[in-house]
């Protein structure tokens, strides 16, 4: 199968049922941390997107999500954005519902 690396091309349930947290150890060479990424890295690709929005003031985000995995001892989980709500906060940005 190939990746085309310029778009997201994963199916729904793969998506939610692909992702990983790993809690990595500080070490001199290290930094350590918490690190989500795909559990098949060596098929799919995770990309990190930083998206900034104004709060509206009385109006919530506007952002629809979804918990992937929670509820572990050490309170560690996985919540992604699943879409936004037409006329939310979020939707005002460019490439917005």
């Known amino acids: 199968r190939s990746v085309d690396m310029s778009v997201y091309n994963l199916p729904l349930d793969v998506i939610e049922t692909g992702w990983k947290a790993s809690v990595v150890q500080r070490t001199m ?27 509206i003031e009385g109006q919530g ?12 001892e050490d309170g560690l989980g996985i919540t992604v954005v699943t879409g936004l709500v037409e006329g939310g906060a979020a939707s005002a940005v460019e490439g917005g519902a």
Do not use: C
């Not at 799919?44 to 997107?49: G, L």
């Open 61 to 72: 985000m506007g952002i629809e999500l979804a918990e992937l995995a929670g509820g572990r």
């Open 29 to 55: 060479d290290e930094e350590g941390g918490i690190f989500l990424g795909p559990k098949n890295g060596r098929e799919h690709f995770a990309d990190d997107i930083e998206v900034v929005f104004p709060r």
